[in-house]
């Protein structure tokens, strides 16, 4: 797989070539055309410039048929249905746009329709690609060597451009702006995550527009904190193209020598400043101290309790784009930052795991399985937050048919019991009392309760004959115990699943 890095500066080709998958791109053959494998980051740069070295020297390979025709130079920043829609828009026009960058601004202000404002992105997108192609042609040199600086772009270009940052992130690409009906089933988010694409598209080149410096540019907190939520392709308002674009763009942001500046960004703008006021006043917030610490006191586990009062769509989606933003801090935070700050993250882990919401609870506990793999286990064991969380999502382990659809609760039962088989496990002696008392309860509580109230309910079953491996195999010569009991749960749910099997021959 191979990528262009454009004539430039070295970390702005970086984050050019970074998205562009297989494409190639060219826009003259004559044009010397770098080439570098994928996944090269920015503190690599010694191994960059290697490896540029030695796929130039094979450039006399690979110039064929494929290298031979002229693209556009960006359009691979676009997925498929964004980029058929830029073709239609110029084909209407009949020409490559050209939109004034210095009354871009206004007109995206002045737009306010979601698919309006989306062509009005692809029609800035092509304006930029061309003025970025134009550079790339006037700076052609026969040498083999890179051209890190260039003029060709005017500081006033540049200037306009950042201007649009502004506008692109608050119309393309702020979540809180979508008006969600709450009467509706569900939201669709078709044209918010193309829109949304295309915002991230026009990030990205405007980065690049580096006219004197080989300083890539460095979004401001208040722009990041809207590229966070779509860094999760398996969200409905992103698509894989916008999952990258953000990761890249927020990496490039926040990229330095020992993460500090990352750490920083996720511990105080998003945790402190943007998601913990969200979940300040969630059931979860009693169980701790203002510190985010387990209060010494013991409190009822709060399952889903009768007559709920359930969120409305508008909340539930605000909550699950929180989700997305805090799923990427705990990914993204290291290791020492998260034992560190572990009390501020505590009550929004807390908060998510005991939503009411299927989709959040059970975003909530995947995100929460992270946290424990990265979170030291003698941090979360001394400060007795093992406690608050298996207090937390034990409760879900009773989210089960008639009383839970039994689609909602397959998303649940697995999550959870792999959260609280990994609590178990912190302890790091097989032998302790307090790995044998949370197994122990595991397999009681959850387990053989579970099978009593769902064992007619084929799928359920095979949920937990799964984690029954699981929390024997931890349990070990521990488990003896219990082998009357399993035996007759086997044997139940295989004459079950003999009976309907007879029945439907029948």
Known sequence: MYLVVYKGSLPAAIIAAEPLG??????????????????????????????????????????????????????????????????AIQSVQNKVIDLNLEDAST??????????????????????????????????????????????????????????????????????????????????????SLAAEVGLALLTLISLLQPSSSIPLALDNAALIHLVPYTDDNDPWTTAQSARLAARLLETSLTDDDDEKRDTFIIQTLLNDTLRPQFAKSSSS??????????????????????????????EHEKLHAASSFKWAVTSCSQAAIARHWPL??????????????????????????????????????????????????????????????????????????????????????????????LDRLLRDGVFTGHFHASQHVRIVEVLMIVIKDIVSGMGLFSAKYLQRLLRLFSATLYRLKTETESRLI
């Open 345 to 438: 993250f505590l009550p929004i882990l807390l908060s998510l795991a005991e939503d009411i919401s299927t989709a959040v609870r059970a975003k909530g506990l995947k995100i929460l399985l992270i946290f424990l793999d990265k979170c030291p286990p003698n941090t979360i064991l001394s400060a007795g937050v093992d406690n608050v969380i298996q207090d937390a999502v034990f409760p879900t382990l009773l989210f089960l048919p008639d009383t839970t659809p039994e689609s909602e609760s397959l998303q649940l039962l697995y999550p959870a019991y792999q959260v609280l088989l990994r609590v178990a496990q912190l302890d790091p002696t097989p032998k302790s009392a307090r790995r044998r008392k949370s």
């Open 107 to 192: 007109r995206l202000q002045a737009t306010a329709a979601l698919e309006a404002l989306r062509d009005t992105g692809l029609e800035l997108f092509s304006h930029l690609d061309a003025l970025l192609a134009n550079q790339a042609k006037d700076e052609e040199n026969p040498s083999t060597e890179p051209v890190l600086a260039s003029s060709a772009i005017s500081d006033e270009d540049v200037s306009h451009a950042r201007s649009l940052i502004g506008p692109v992130v608050e119309k393309l690409l702020n979540l809180s702006n979508d008006a969600v009906n709450n009467e509706a089933q569900s939201v669709n988010y078709t044209i918010r």
């Open 22 to 87: 297989d494409a190639l791109c060219s826009t003259n053959l004559n044009n010397v055309i770098f080439l570098l494998a994928l996944r090269y980051k920015l503190r690599r740069a010694q191994s960059f410039v290697n490896r540029f070295h030695m796929v130039v020297a094979q450039l006399p390979k690979l110039q064929g048929p494929a290298l031979t025709q002229s693209f556009r130079m960006h359009e691979a920043l676009l997925g498929d249905a964004n980029r058929e829609r830029l073709k």
């Open 286 to 315: 009693t169980k701790l101290t203002p510190s985010g610490r387990p209060l010494q006191v013991p409190h009822q586990p709060s399952g889903r309790q009768a007559g709920a009062q359930l969120d409305s769509l508008a909340q």
